[in-house]
């Protein structure tokens, strides 16, 4: 069983900062890739970042250069830094913790950016 636990989200200011946090625990021992999904209201949920276990990352155009994703691989962690903000970042971040065919996700942090 795993399970996966995001925290760091809350209100902020546009053009503040943040900084998102996920652990993830249980029976498998390495995730291959983790990363960062957002859900707005009446929106699907979208790809915000991932990061590979060997640190390769892949970023959505709309958060390059504001947002930075990195893991502790020995701890099975991933964080993001999301700076610069702005009131269309707010959402649902979703971790997940990908490994061989199974994808497991968090309950989700909520960001809300103020304008």
């Known amino acids: 069983q795993v399970h996966v636990v995001e925290s760091g989200g809350g209100l902020v200011q546009a053009g503040g900062s943040l900084r998102l946090s996920c652990a993830a625990s249980?029976?498998?021992?390495?995730?291959?890739?983790m990363g960062w999904y957002r859900q707005a209201p009446g929106k699907q949920r979208e790809l915000v970042a991932s990061?590979?276990?060997?640190?390769?990352?892949n970023y959505a155009d709309y958060v390059k250069g504001r947002f930075t994703i990195s893991r502790d691989s020995a701890y099975n962690t991933v964080y993001l830094q999301m700076n610069s903000l702005t009131p269309e970042d707010t959402a649902v971040y979703y971790c997940?913790?990908?490994?061989?065919?199974?994808?497991?996700w968090g309950q989700g942090t909520q960001v809300t950016v103020s304008s």
């Open positions: 997940n913790a990908y490994h061989g065919a199974s994808s497991y």
């Open positions: 990061i590979m276990i060997g640190g390769s990352t």
């Open positions: 249980g029976s498998i021992f390495s995730f291959n890739v």
